[in-house]
């Protein structure tokens, strides 16, 4: 009886037999070339994931000094995962300037990053700042934003407007520095300026 004849008749056991050996192989090569085991750099227990109503939360930069405020109906920390899912959020940044008013603003939904530095707004964005002095208010309308809060900075690939008294600037992505006020619109800028008033 040759080998051939022995496997055409034991086709099963032998199917399987091969089978069983392919798993093994791929498995032992798995484990030699896969990556390595992910180390944590979270010191304590693990933390579980739960779920907020109504939360407040304000984040704090180096110096100790609030860099945004945060409020929102819903929020969400998932198992094992260490940012934070947020429902309609609620925002300000602060101005960090004497007698300049924080900018507020609203998302439809908003994700934080593990360690705070990191705010995407979701869905339409709406931002005001009230006005102060000779300066009349302002509002920025855009969509899915990514906002660095401890440098008051942020930035969008979405169509954006800002209205500021009877100035009306738009373009498609923006970036912005509050801290400096530098707004730099992308591309298709259409801009609107109301004529200048002499002082008398």
């Given at each position: 009886?040759?080998?051939?004849?022995?496997?055409?008749?034991?086709?099963?056991?032998?199917?399987?037999?091969?089978?069983?050996?392919?798993?093994?192989?791929?498995?032992?090569?798995?484990?030699?070339?896969?990556?390595?085991?992910?180390?944590?750099?979270?010191?304590?227990?693990?933390?579980?994931?739960?779920?907020?109503?109504?939360?407040?939360?304000?984040?704090?930069?180096?110096?100790?000094?609030?860099?945004?405020?945060?409020?929102?109906?819903?929020?969400?920390?998932?198992?094992?995962?260490?940012?934070?899912y947020l429902n309609s959020?609620?925002?300000?940044?602060?101005?960090?300037?004497?007698?300049?008013?924080?900018?507020?603003?609203?998302?439809?939904?908003?994700?934080?990053?593990?360690?705070?530095?990191?705010?995407?707004l979701q869905g339409p964005?709406?931002?005001?700042?009230?006005?102060?002095?000779?300066?009349?208010?302002?509002?920025?309308?855009?969509?899915?934003?990514?906002?660095?809060?401890?440098?008051?900075?942020?930035?969008?690939?979405?169509?954006?407007?800002?209205?500021?008294?009877?100035?009306?600037?738009?373009?498609?992505?923006?970036?912005?520095?509050?801290?400096?006020?530098?707004?730099?619109?992308?591309?298709?800028?259409?801009?609107?300026?109301?004529?200048?008033?002499?002082?008398?």
């Amino acid at each position: 009886m040759n080998v051939r004849t022995y496997l055409r008749d034991r086709r099963l056991p032998a199917a399987t037999l091969a089978i069983a050996l392919a798993a093994g192989m791929a498995q032992l090569l798995l484990w030699w070339f896969g990556p390595a085991p992910r180390t944590h750099d979270f010191v304590g227990p693990p933390r579980s994931g739960y779920t907020l109503t109504n939360a407040r939360v304000t984040e704090y930069n180096a110096e100790g000094l609030p860099s945004f405020h945060l409020q929102t109906p819903h929020l969400e920390r998932r198992e094992g995962d260490d940012s934070l899912y947020l429902n309609s959020p609620t925002f300000q940044l602060p101005a960090k300037q004497a007698g300049v008013p924080d900018w507020q603003g609203e998302s439809l939904y908003g994700w934080v990053n593990k360690g705070g530095t990191q705010l995407k707004l979701q869905g339409p964005v709406n931002m005001h700042r009230p006005a102060f002095g000779e300066t009349p208010d302002a509002q920025i309308h855009t969509a899915d934003v990514s906002a660095w809060p401890k440098e008051n900075r942020l930035e969008t690939a979405a169509p954006a407007q800002m209205v500021q008294g009877g100035t009306r600037i738009s373009g498609v992505g923006m970036r912005a520095n509050l801290n400096d006020k530098h707004l730099e619109l992308l591309d298709d800028v259409h801009a609107t300026f109301p004529p200048h008033q002499r002082k008398r």
